[in-house]
Antibody, heavy 124, light 107 residues
Framework: QVQLEESGGGLVKPGGSLRLSCAAS????????MGWIRQAPGKGLEWVSYISSSGSTLFYADSLKGRFTISRDTAKNSLYLQMDSLRAEDTAVYYC?????????????????WGQGTLVSVSS | DIQMTQSPSSLSASIGDRVTITCRTSQSISNYLNWYQQKPGKAPKVLIYAASSLQSGVPSRFSGTGSGTDFTLTISSLQPEDFGTYYC?????????FGGGTKVETK
């Protein structure tokens, strides 16, 4: 059974940093592209970033470039999101998700398996 | 960036009703369009991918149509468990974008 479990969220002051982790089980996450999506309280979904199965290709939402860094550790079957220079508007639940295999073939793809999310609150 | 315009933003319908949600994109995305359902406090779940393909395990009352810039999610006969918020999402190009959501409430 595929499971994704995020951790690392919490309360941080503006300008601070947090590192989110996403532990995968039930499948070899390194075979898949993986990504992060966030949802501010009471708001819609916003894509943050995704990383290729090899880790060589990274994509970010334009508004986050330079502050957030996605990475993965294949040995630990884990995905990470390093968040620096945090702002109040980064307050959200952060979900990790796997991307369906269609992305390998430049075919339609979707966010397949999702974690339960971890809450990041940025406030003084 | 590809803008996603979803409508309506909310709706209230009776059990058994046919419900239709539309999603319009700012440029053609072929069939690179997905639909998700989200319930309060839970992660989204994909219902339809590639505009019209039903995800495994999703009831057949859900269907998707469209191509290019105009897409539709239809629930043929609304059930009590279908309450929640529905989002469209394009995977044609980065940045990946979501529609603003449609909150479905049962009367």
């Amino acid at each position: 059974q595929v499971q994704l479990e995020e951790s690392g969220g919490g309360l941080v002051k503006p300008g601070g940093s947090l590192r989110l982790s996403c532990a995968a089980s039930g499948f070899t996450s390194s075979d898949y592209y993986m990504g992060w999506i966030r949802q501010a309280p009471g708001k819609g979904l916003e894509w943050v970033s995704y990383i290729s199965s090899s880790g060589s290709t990274l994509f970010y939402a334009d508004s986050l470039k330079g502050r957030f860094t996605i990475s993965r550790d294949t040995a630990k079957n884990s995905l990470y999101l390093q968040m620096d220079s945090l702002r109040a508007e980064d307050t959200a639940v952060y979900y990790c998700a796997s991307l369906s295999p269609g992305i390998w073939f430049r075919e339609p793809f979707y966010f397949d398996y999702w974690g339960q999310g971890t809450l990041v609150s940025v406030s003084s | 960036d590809i803008q996603m315009t979803q409508s309506p933003s909310s709706l209230s319908a009776s059990i058994g009703d046919r419900v239709t949600i539309t999603c319009r994109t700012s440029q053609s995305i072929s069939n690179y369009l997905n639909w998700y359902q989200q319930k309060p406090g839970k992660a989204p779940k994909v219902l339809i991918y590639a505009a019209s393909s039903l995800q495994s395990g999703v009831p057949s009352r859900f269907s998707g149509t469209g191509s290019g810039t105009d897409f539709t999610l239809t629930i043929s006969s609304l059930q009590p468990e279908d309450f929640g918020t529905y989002y469209c999402q394009q995977s044609y190009s980065t940045p990946l974008t979501f529609g603003g959501g449609t909150k479905v409430e049962t009367k």
